[in-house]
């Protein structure tokens, strides 16, 4: 891997390899489609800018929410018809294959990648009417809440039908078909078992509830979305045009490339800083991997490993706030606390996580001896950190307003795109300057060089990155946008129907009423659903059903989970599913990457990813690790400030993570043999719930930490002097 000549890491990925992970990109976060009209692209430009600019407006001149969902799912709705085609041309389904056999001219017809058909212009058209039909007849509609008219009902089928077609088109067929067995579940409650029976729903409260109120497609996540989500992804995006991700991982490499292991820690640190503003795994995943899955490879770690690093690095950039895949902003509306508090509670969580990794990569750079980069093969720290350090101002600003003077997130993040937007527009200006008046000093130029026509083309390309950074926020924002509306009908229907309730008798039943299996089966439906939904919808629908049979049963078997607890401990599961095979869409991109088998790759990814698994069951029980003492009679949470308390709870958190990895790793200051696994688990176990042995012996629990710590210690110091004494290339007894 070479370096630039102003510094930085040079690409050093395979072309075909990185083309690949980037098409996967595009078919799950832009779009697949790549038309070759130029009128085509000029249309879905404008549209794209058009909404950046019309979310960029309405967060300043706020509107009625109702009409400003209509116009944000119009915009939505247009561009994925636009840009995502109802089939692959070079896969096509079954019936599109019996047309070509009956239809001979059809096996001649164009990728539908390449250009728009008519029939996809026509449903762009017809959904974003119906979207827009909210907006035209507003005041009419108000009026028909609870009797819509016939016009109504049709218009609210056609929304619904082109909605779930949407979603399919981007986001795959999973959370369409749950829309749809949702949606027969409203009409047939009466014909189901006693459990889950309702008295169903006429059609025309149907389309009341789900179309002409913010109860269903244009309720709570779709709100979100609008007023949240858009303007912190279109931040992340022109923050990205502006070249904050390379710098990013530059500064990581520049730092930690030199140490043992080097490319892998910092391609966890990398992916941790652009996990701040992306909150996409896969996308995530293609924009580090490219750099640090090749070097990875290079210093000898093998390819399904370099992956796995990476899609784990990545996958957990969604549990980083502020963003946290769109899920913070969702979860402050649905519970009812104040978006910081969100941030706050997930704050401890995130970081462990993280610096858990990073431990894990740690220890298989000792287990492989792999070698670190030399000086000559990195840029230099401080020269990299301050050629960027205007990338930092930005967020500085985000992160002033937001925790500081404690603003709005719609507000704080406003001053934040203007704040960039100002540093996109002079900082290539002053760079050409910067860079002129170098060459005019080294002779290079002539000393009347055309100064000003050289800035004005810097300025044009400062320009156009604002505008591929409105660009590429509205093209992110595309399968958010359907699936927010598209969960919003389950959240509607359940609603409608009461079916939380009967869900948690069925829990209930299921578990036997023991609050771990029930917290066990509630992961792996987590999981499961994630595995064919994003992280957004995933979240929605579990909050909607099973957070509140966790704080319920919880309830009936004495334990208080504050709500904020269970919404992450479902959220938390769901993000798992994107490296989790068969499905894992990270996985599949990391694997693009790095050539390595997806499957074996993924199930990699899933084994680094189980000290993630484990923090969910540490918080629910001990939500000192969110920051939480406790919830009032009233249910309002009672935040833990004790700061000398917060540092143990984390030191401690922290420790008991690292045992849990050196158990799975099997290696700790040197190979461990399996008592010195079961004692490194004991450890985790008892630092976490030091609760199980403190009451029975009736001793504080801080005690029962400090002893795991000790013997955490102990074992450490013990096999540190013994890897020493027999060298580090022969392998330790394993007992038993």
Request: charged share 10%; with cysteine.
């Amino acid at each position: 891997m070479s370096e630039n000549q102003d510094g930085t890491l040079g690409d050093g990925g395979e072309p075909s390899a990185n083309k690949t992970a980037e098409d996967l990109v595009a078919q799950v976060e832009s779009g697949p489609r790549n038309p070759t009209s130029r009128i085509a692209v000029g249309v879905i430009l404008a549209i794209s800018v058009a909404w950046s600019i019309y979310q960029l407006w309405i967060a300043q001149s706020p509107i009625n929410s109702f009409i400003a969902r209509s116009w944000h799912l119009g915009f939505a709705l247009a561009l994925v018809f636009l840009a995502y085609p109802a089939y692959d041309y070079h896969n096509p389904p079954r019936w599109v294959r019996g047309l070509r056999a009956v239809l001979p001219f059809l096996k001649n017809a164009r990728s539908n990648r390449e250009y728009i058909p008519i029939i996809d212009i026509i449903l762009a058209i017809v959904a974003t009417a119906g979207a827009l039909f909210i907006w035209w007849d507003f005041d009419g509609i108000i009026n028909r809440q609870g009797l819509p008219s016939q016009l109504d009902v049709i218009m609210g089928v056609i929304t619904m039908v082109l909605l779930l077609e949407a979603a399919r088109r981007a986001l795959g067929p999973a959370l369409s078909i749950i829309c749809l067995i949702f949606i027969a579940y409203a009409f047939v409650g009466p014909w189901m078992p006693e459990i889950l029976r309702h008295r169903g729903i006429p059609l025309d409260f149907f389309i009341n509830d789900m179309y002409m109120s913010t109860t269903g497609i244009f309720g709570v996540p779709l709100g979100v979305s609008t007023s949240f989500v858009f303007l912190f992804v279109l931040f992340g995006s022109l923050l990205d045009k502006a070249g904050s991700g390379k710098y990013f991982i530059d500064v990581a490499f520049a730092g930690l490339g030199h140490k043992t292991g080097g490319p892998a820690k910092a391609a966890v640190v990398a992916s941790g800083l652009s996990g701040l503003v992306s909150g996409s795994s896969i996308a995530n995943v293609v924009t580090t991997g490219t750099f640090t899955i090749p070097l990875m490879k290079k210093v000898g770690l093998p390819a399904y490993k370099a992956a796995a690093v990476e899609v784990a690095a990545s996958t957990n950039g969604q549990l980083m706030p502020p963003i946290m895949g769109a899920a913070a902003f969702i979860m402050a509306d649905i519970i009812g606390i104040p978006y910081l508090d969100v941030v706050r509670a997930a704050l401890f969580p995130a970081i462990i996580s993280y610096m858990a990794l990073f431990y894990v990569v740690h220890l298989e750079a000792l287990k492989l001896n792999l070698r670190p980069l030399s000086k000559s093969e990195l840029p230099p720290l401080l020269k990299t950190f301050l050629n960027g350090m205007h990338y930092l101002v930005p967020l500085g600003v985000l992160i002033y307003f937001l925790v500081i003077v404690r603003f709005s997130p719609i507000t704080s993040a406003l001053f934040a795109i203007e704040a960039l937007a100002v540093l996109m527009i002079v900082q290539r200006p002053i760079i050409a300057y910067l860079a002129l008046g170098a060459h005019k000093k080294a002779g290079s130029i002539e000393p009347d060089a055309p100064i000003g026509r050289v800035l004005g083309d810097a300025f044009l390309s400062g320009l156009m990155d604002i505008w591929q950074g409105l660009v590429a926020g509205a093209r992110s924002m595309m399968s958010v946008g359907v699936a927010t509306a598209a969960a919003g009908i389950i959240v509607g229907v359940v609603t409608s129907t009461g079916l939380v309730g009967r869900f948690v008798q069925l829990i209930d039943v299921v578990s036997l009423g023991n609050i771990s299996i029930m917290l066990v089966l509630t992961a792996v439906t987590s999981m499961i659903l994630g595995m064919g939904l994003p992280t957004t919808a995933n979240y929605i629908l579990m909050a909607t059903l099973t957070a509140p049979v966790i704080v319920q049963l919880g309830g009936d078997a004495g334990l208080v989970f504050p709500l904020v607890a269970a919404h992450l401990f479902v959220f938390y599961f769901g993000i798992l599913a994107d490296d989790t095979p068969p499905v894992g869409l990270a996985a599949y991109a990391g694997a693009a990457i790095a050539k390595s088998d997806p499957i074996k790759t993924g199930l990699q990814g899933f084994t680094y990813d189980l000290r993630t698994a484990i923090l969910p069951f540490v918080f629910i029980f001990n939500t000192e690790l969110l920051m939480i003492s406790g919830v009032a009679e009233n249910g309002d949470i009672i935040w833990l400030n004790n700061i000398f308390l917060l540092i143990w709870v984390f030191f401690i958190s922290l420790i008991a993570i690292f045992a849990f990895a050196s158990f799975m790793q099997g290696f700790f200051a040197d190979d461990c043999n399996w008592p010195e696994r079961i004692l490194l688990l004991a450890v985790a176990i008892v630092m976490f719930r030091p609760t199980l042995i403190s009451e029975d012996l009736d001793v504080p629990r801080q005690l029962v930490q400090a002893v795991g710590l000790a013997i955490y210690l102990a074992l450490y110091f013990y096999q540190k002097r013994r890897r020493k004494q027999r060298g580090p290339g022969a392998p330790v007894a394993q007992a038993g």
